[in-house]
């Protein structure tokens, strides 16, 4: 069964760096598009990353673009998320999915949390 299970996620200050980690399982991974969305209390859950299967293409929401790139390791079966400059408005619950044959798959999501 499709299993993803993303970590990397914390208490960071302003201005600073994490690295998410999504690890991907119980399907071809490298034949997928993978995003990553992020959820704030009491709003919905948003995209804020796509990438390709091969990664060459990626698309970013305006807010976190030229901040964050996200990448992906076939081999690896592993999506990445580098959020860079991180602000106070990015703290949220960060979640990976993948959309399968008409389903979304989503993890358990990591925390982020950005505060001084």
């Known amino acids: 069964q499709v299993q993803l299970v993303e970590s990397g996620g914390g208490l960071v200050q302003p201005g600073g760096s994490l690295r998410l980690s999504c690890a991907a399982s119980?399907?071809?991974?490298?034949?997928?598009?993978m995003r990553w969305y992020r959820q704030a209390p009491g709003k919905q859950r948003d995209v804020v990353a796509t990438?390709?299967?091969?990664?060459?293409?990626?698309s970013y929401v305006d807010s976190v673009r030229g901040r964050f790139t996200v990448s992906r390791d076939n081999a690896k079966n592993t999506m990445y998320l580098q959020m860079n400059t991180l602000k106070p408005e990015d703290t949220a619950v960060y979640y990976c999915?993948?959309?399968?044959?008409?389903?979304?798959?989503w993890g358990q999501g990591t925390q982020v949390t950005v505060s001084s």
């Open positions: 999915n993948v959309k399968r044959n008409g389903a979304d798959y």
């Open positions: 119980g399907f071809t991974f490298s034949l997928y598009y």
């Open positions: 990438i390709s299967e091969g990664g060459t293409r990626t």
